[in-house]
């Protein structure tokens, strides 16, 4: 979990990435962070806390240049440290170098322990760095930037997406198996790079299409190269991107997250009808899959939980009493659509199952007869290696519990989990395309202690480029 975004233009790009990394702001909303290159050297500026607070007018006005990087962040390895702030910079000779990187290594240790038993100094403790250090320790020996991300992508194992400035150049690759979501899109006078399409429309841009995974791209002043660097034999996805990550309004590797979301909704009225007064979102999660329940049912969509959008992560909780009370400031109960009715609320995913049943507590005080909890994704049964931030197996409350004990655990009056089979066809790709590793238990790399279905990589030497003197047009990437 982390947002990213590359940017090369033919104007000044900082508040372009700004405008990129607010759109991408619920990817991440631990730091943020923009460097860019301004002809000499990279100038950056990263602080803790949202894109809003973290930047200002005079701040974007001194980060000078037509290309540069941007990162929110999400900590998931590595802990809260202003050191594990990016983008990372990095310098060697003439070659000035920025990158963000959104995903989690499963071989951070061993890596970083080889390569500072090879006289390496990490000063993070970021897995970004190891990638970083891969990268940049290929280059340091001649190899050209194909050859280092060639490198990195036969030793790092786990899930990268990753955008890098190296002088002028806008540099992005996606790990062989594309687990975690990458983009192209292109504005007026440039081309921008993202976690999620809506980075793309942010700036009035359009999406040209996804980074393949296991592709290198490279995009200058001269135009744009693709690279395909290894070739999985299929792609593992992160199908928690289309559940609860992505935006909803987002397009993650040709499928639209909302229509995604709307149609398992209306699936999980088909798996789990039921004859209720209305059906209500916990907002603002569950609220494209109550649509579809609501399309599917005919029964009136109603709001029941008013949610208070201004609430920032400042708010004052010195005690329990305080705590109480911020979820009544943070989720208000609409009271007469309550009193007395029966409810489907709808939620994208239950995780610990404390928000379900703190919600259906108050929905409950608030007079609710029934609540009939109807859920986007399958149960939560293991934790993710991967980037999704998941807690252990013992946090989970579906990890060994059946859904009757979730159910009463939570206290709702009935509960169903959308199935994987209907989740998998409103997603619109194969099963085997996706990494179902926190439904399964079952995950697409190798995880020491787990099961995996390891994917076939294959590495080639073919390419492709284009190099007009101008953008290429999308039809020819
Ligand atoms: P809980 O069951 O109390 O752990 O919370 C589950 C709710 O948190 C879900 O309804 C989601 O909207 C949201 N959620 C799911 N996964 C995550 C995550 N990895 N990080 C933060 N929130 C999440």
Redesign the pocket.
Known sequence: MCGIVGILDAGEVSFSLYYALYALQHRGQESAGIATFDGATINKYRGEGLVAEVFDTPTLGRLKGHCGVGHVRYPTTGTNRPENMQPFLFEFQDLHIAIAHNGNLVNYTELREEYEQRGQIFWSSSDTEVIAKVFTDEIRGGSSVEDAVHLCMRRLRGSYSVVMIINGVLYSFRDPLGIKPLCIGKTRTGYIIASESVAVDALGGTLVRDVRPGELMRVSEEGIACTQIAVANCPAHCIFEYI?FSRADAVVDGALVYDVRRKIGRKLYEEAPVNADSVAP?PD?GTAYTIGYAEGSGIPFVECLMKNRYMGRTFIMPNQKAREQAVRIKLNPVRSHLEGKSIVLV??????????RRIIELMRSSGAREIHMRIGSPAIKAPCYLG???PTREELIASNKAENEVRKSITATTLHHISIEALVEAIGMPHGHLCTGCLTGCYPVQIEGEIDTPRAVNFVDGSFQTNLGTFVEEEDL
């Open positions: 609860y916990v999660s939620d994208d995913s239950i995780v610990r199952g404390t928000t379900s999704v931030d998941m």
